[in-house]
Protein backbone atom coordinates (compact mmCIF):
# COMPACT_ATOMS: atom_id res chain seq x y z
CA UNK A 1 0.00 0.00 0.00
CA UNK A 2 1.25 3.20 -0.79
CA UNK A 3 1.35 5.94 1.88
CA UNK A 4 2.25 9.20 2.58
CA UNK A 5 5.93 9.65 3.78
CA UNK A 6 7.30 7.04 1.59
CA UNK A 7 10.56 8.33 0.14
CA UNK A 8 13.38 7.00 -2.20
CA UNK A 9 16.41 8.34 -3.28
CA UNK A 10 18.40 8.46 -7.26
CA UNK A 11 21.77 9.53 -7.83
CA UNK A 12 24.16 10.19 -10.75
CA UNK A 13 27.42 11.48 -11.60
CA UNK A 14 27.52 14.24 -13.50
CA UNK A 15 29.45 13.71 -16.89
CA UNK A 16 29.74 14.42 -20.64
CA UNK A 17 26.04 11.87 -20.57
CA UNK A 18 23.98 14.36 -18.61
CA UNK A 19 25.57 18.04 -19.17
CA UNK A 20 23.58 20.92 -20.67
CA UNK A 21 25.95 21.30 -23.59
CA UNK A 22 25.40 17.50 -24.81
CA UNK A 23 21.64 17.34 -24.16
CA UNK A 24 21.12 20.50 -26.07
CA UNK A 25 19.27 22.00 -23.28
CA UNK A 26 22.29 24.89 -23.19
CA UNK A 27 25.64 25.00 -24.23
CA UNK A 28 27.24 24.85 -20.44
CA UNK A 29 29.09 21.66 -19.13
CA UNK A 30 26.96 21.68 -16.10
CA UNK A 31 24.31 19.29 -14.97
CA UNK A 32 21.40 19.89 -17.11
CA UNK A 33 17.76 20.37 -16.40
CA UNK A 34 16.58 17.38 -18.25
CA UNK A 35 19.19 14.86 -16.75
CA UNK A 36 17.50 16.43 -13.48
CA UNK A 37 14.16 15.88 -13.76
CA UNK A 38 14.98 12.25 -15.28
CA UNK A 39 16.52 11.76 -11.46
CA UNK A 40 13.68 13.01 -9.83
CA UNK A 41 11.13 11.01 -11.74
CA UNK A 42 13.48 8.11 -10.87
CA UNK A 43 13.48 8.60 -6.84
CA UNK A 44 9.51 9.17 -7.01
CA UNK A 45 9.01 5.79 -9.44
CA UNK A 46 11.62 4.38 -6.70
CA UNK A 47 9.41 5.01 -3.39
CA UNK A 48 6.39 3.02 -4.78
CA UNK A 49 7.78 0.67 -7.07
CA UNK A 50 7.97 -1.70 -3.99
CA UNK A 51 4.49 -0.95 -2.95
CA UNK A 52 2.03 -1.88 -5.99
CA UNK A 53 0.72 -5.33 -7.22
CA UNK A 54 1.99 -7.48 -9.29
CA UNK A 55 1.27 -6.23 -12.87
CA UNK A 56 1.11 -2.59 -11.99
CA UNK A 57 3.38 0.37 -12.98
CA UNK A 58 3.08 4.05 -12.61
CA UNK A 59 3.78 6.95 -15.38
CA UNK A 60 4.56 10.72 -14.68
CA UNK A 61 1.89 13.14 -15.53
CA UNK A 62 2.98 16.20 -14.27
CA UNK A 63 6.49 17.99 -13.10
CA UNK A 64 7.18 21.29 -11.66
CA UNK A 65 10.49 22.15 -10.58
CA UNK A 66 12.95 24.74 -10.26
CA UNK A 67 16.76 24.31 -11.13
CA UNK A 68 18.48 26.68 -8.83
CA UNK A 69 22.37 25.84 -8.90
CA UNK A 70 24.50 24.57 -11.41
CA UNK A 71 26.62 21.38 -10.79
CA UNK A 72 30.28 20.34 -12.65
CA UNK A 73 31.49 17.49 -14.51
CA UNK A 74 32.63 14.90 -11.71
CA UNK A 75 29.62 16.38 -9.43
CA UNK A 76 27.24 13.56 -7.29
CA UNK A 77 23.75 14.43 -7.72
CA UNK A 78 20.95 13.26 -5.27
CA UNK A 79 17.71 13.00 -6.15
CA UNK A 80 14.94 12.36 -3.43
CA UNK A 81 11.31 12.35 -3.54
CA UNK A 82 8.54 11.57 -0.67
CA UNK A 83 5.08 11.00 -1.04
CA UNK A 84 3.11 13.67 -0.08
CA UNK A 85 -0.42 12.63 -0.65
CA UNK A 86 -2.40 9.98 -2.75
CA UNK A 87 -5.49 9.99 -4.64
CA UNK A 88 -7.18 6.77 -5.99
CA UNK A 89 -4.53 6.06 -8.27
CA UNK A 90 -2.68 9.83 -8.41
CA UNK A 91 0.04 10.25 -6.27
CA UNK A 92 2.19 13.31 -5.62
CA UNK A 93 5.71 13.59 -4.47
CA UNK A 94 7.36 16.32 -3.56
CA UNK A 95 10.83 16.01 -4.55
CA UNK A 96 14.48 17.83 -4.35
CA UNK A 97 18.16 17.07 -5.89
CA UNK A 98 21.22 18.26 -4.10
CA UNK A 99 24.72 17.94 -5.20
CA UNK A 100 26.22 17.78 -2.26
CA UNK A 101 26.72 21.22 -1.36
CA UNK A 102 23.27 22.18 -1.65
CA UNK A 103 19.85 21.68 -2.61
CA UNK A 104 20.06 22.47 -6.52
CA UNK A 105 16.36 21.78 -7.51
CA UNK A 106 13.26 21.52 -6.28
CA UNK A 107 9.53 21.12 -6.92
CA UNK A 108 6.43 18.28 -7.64
CA UNK A 109 5.91 15.42 -9.37
CA UNK A 110 2.40 13.43 -9.90
CA UNK A 111 2.69 10.09 -11.19
CA UNK A 112 -0.68 7.63 -12.31
CA UNK A 113 -0.58 4.10 -11.24
CA UNK A 114 -1.40 1.65 -14.50
CA UNK A 115 -2.30 -1.60 -14.96
CA UNK A 116 1.09 -2.60 -17.54
CA UNK A 117 -0.78 -4.45 -19.83
CA UNK A 118 -3.69 -2.54 -20.39
CA UNK A 119 -1.77 0.99 -20.61
CA UNK A 120 1.06 -1.14 -23.07
CA UNK A 121 -2.70 -2.26 -25.33
CA UNK A 122 -3.31 1.14 -25.97
CA UNK A 123 0.16 2.08 -27.05
CA UNK A 124 0.02 -0.40 -29.48
CA UNK A 125 -3.42 0.83 -30.79
CA UNK A 126 -1.84 4.62 -30.95
CA UNK A 127 1.04 2.94 -33.14
CA UNK A 128 -1.36 1.16 -35.37
CA UNK A 129 -2.98 4.40 -35.67
CA UNK A 130 -0.04 6.32 -37.28
Known sequence: MIS?????????VVTESNIAKTMKSGALEVFATPAMCALMEEAAQAAVQPHLEAGEGTVGISLSITHEAPSPLGATITAKATVSAVEGRKITFDI???DGIGIIGRGTHERFIIN???FMAKVIN???SN
Request: glycine share 6%; no cysteine; hydrophobic share 30%.
Open 4 to 12: AGQTATATV
Open 96 to 98: EAS
Open 116 to 118: NDK
Open 126 to 128: RTK
